[in-house]
């Protein structure tokens, strides 16, 4: 019996990690197919943790002053179309 537990839980490991991986790859895909400013806003927020006014730091480097409220509203945008995309492709319900 303890052989079987074993056994199937080993399954059920694989099984995760394979969905895992897969989710991963497509999630991959999804970013790559974003603008270079939709992945630095992605990468600054939620890789980085910057705050709203930090981003507005970084993205203000090149000259042009950008708000934090307009970049939060990007944000919202992006993750709305985001969850459609994921949506579409079946990673998300």
Known sequence: MNGEASALAEEVRTRSHVKVERQRRALDVLR?????EEVSLLALRIDQKLSWAE???????????????????????????????????????
């Not at 090149?62 to 994921?86: H, I, Q, T, W, Y």
């Open 32 to 36: 790559e197919s974003l603008e270079v």
């Open 55 to 93: 981003i507005a730091e970084v993205a203000t480097a090149d000259g042009k002053r950008v708000e934090p409220a307009a970049l939060m509203k990007r944000f919202e945008r992006l993750k709305v179309r985001l969850a459609k995309m994921a949506k579409d492709e079946g990673l998300i319900e």
